[in-house]
């Protein structure tokens, strides 16, 4: 036989054998390692893109947490606004309770007082009709053991009202 462009037979038999092993060789190995392979790297891709959307979804939950965090704050930050003005409307109440009361235990000590000033005078005007009823039982035995004329009752009772002014009559 003729050469091809120089090659001989041979060649190109070993050639076409040599290509056939190789392409038998590559379908064999793509069974058995690119298949295995690709399946692995299928696996790998569906895990990651599982991660993924794992990860948008953790970070759509926490978005909603945070703004729920933020609704809780203000909710408090509402909540303590509002037990503060209860508490000072409380204290408010309580301070005008104690005034109030204070009030009353002054008005109920003035009446007391008042009560005591008014049972004392009761008392020293008690004294001195007891005093003026002595100084009167006095002239009257003073103007019984003298015989008494206007003069000497005159005098008696000048006596009278000096002592009475000039405090001796009081105990």
Known sequence: MTRLF??????????LLMALAVGTLFFAL????????????????????GELSAAKEQ???????????????REAAVEAETILREAEIEAECRREEVLRQA????????????????????????????????????MAAKAVTVRMDEAIEEKLLDETLREMEAGRWRR
């Open 103 to 138: 009030e009353e235990q002054a008005a109920e000590k003035i009446a007391q007082a008042r009560e005591s000033i008014r049972l004392e005078r009761e008392q020293a005007a008690e004294q001195m009709r007891r005093e003026m009823i002595s100084i009167a039982a006095a």
């Open 6 to 15: 120089d090659l001989d037979i041979q060649l190109l038999h070993d050639t």
């Open 30 to 49: 793509s069974y058995l390692l690119f298949d295995p392979i690709r399946a692995l790297l299928a696996d790998r891709h569906k895990r990651i893109e």
């Open 59 to 73: 970070r759509a939950e926490a978005q909603k947490q945070r703004e729920k965090y933020r609704r809780r704050l």
